[in-house]
């Protein structure tokens, strides 16, 4: 596998692209695709206005082991981070301990990091919204990472919320959830994608105008976007 800091910055036209879409766009262009990516159960931990697209940089966390050396979680990979990265946390769903907080923020945001995502919890939620810092995890809890967890690995595929996602994968994230997009389906992706805004824009203005809502969810006034008119 590619290492992510030699994934080519023409990366930077898909991350464009994506930040005229939204979370749930993607996800049915994943859907019409048959792809998987879309998640559930992790939510903004503040309301972050805008959304988050990046290139995902993965960790992989777990228990601490009695004896050893130990790294931070995510703090190698933060130090390494480019601008548009995503930060990207597998700790296995647990709840009962933060493996993300304010320290780390202070470093992504110096780094350029564009978002945090967290499949478990994270804590010093007001610092990372006082540093516009965006972060999705499962829930908040003061409960420290020290002593009790530890990162495993970096840069290399993880599950997060039941979805494969490997390091230069896609990620977008808003207010709706969170959706990866495997890097070698990102172009069908996110062309369906424009797709589908672009006919769900034309159905607001029809309401907007007037059109009954009955007749502007007939497929035959609005024609589903398909998956074989993208090549």
């Known amino acids: ?47 972050s206005p805008d959304t988050v697209v990046g290139r995902v940089r993965t960790v992989k966390a777990g228990p601490r082991a009695a004896a050893g050396p130990t790294t931070h979680i995510a ?44 499949d478990g919890a994270c804590r010093d939620v007001p610092e990372c919204a ?5 972060l999705f995890a499962r829930a908040a809890v003061p409960v420290s990472a020290r002593g009790r967890i530890v990162q495993d690995e970096m840069d290399v595929p993880v599950q997060i919320r039941g979805v494969r996602v490997c390091p230069g994968d896609l990620v977008v994230a808003d207010r709706n959830g969170v959706a990866f997009i495997a890097a070698e389906h ?36 609005f024609p589903a976007v398909t998956a074989e008119e993208i090549p």
């Open 186 to 221: 990102g172009e069908r992706v996110i062309a369906l994608a424009e797709r589908i805004t672009a006919r769900e824009a034309a159905m607001a203005a029809a309401v907007r105008a007037g059109r009954s809502i009955v007749e502007v969810m007939h497929d035959s006034q």
């Open 130 to 134: 006082g540093l516009a810092l965006p």
């Open 75 to 118: 703090s190698p990979a933060v130090a390494s981070a480019r601008p548009d990265d995503v930060i990207v946390i597998d700790n296995h769903g647990r709840t009962d301990v933060s493996c993300w907080g304010g320290l780390l923020a202070e470093a992504a945001v110096a780094a350029g990091v564009a978002g945090v995502v967290v």
């Open 1 to 47: 596998m590619a290492d992510p800091l030699d994934i080519p910055v023409t990366a930077s036209d898909a991350i464009t692209r994506l930040r005229s879409l939204d979370v749930c766009a993607v996800s049915d262009a994943l859907d019409t695709l048959g792809l998987p990516g879309a998640t559930v159960g992790l939510a903004p931990m503040w309301p």
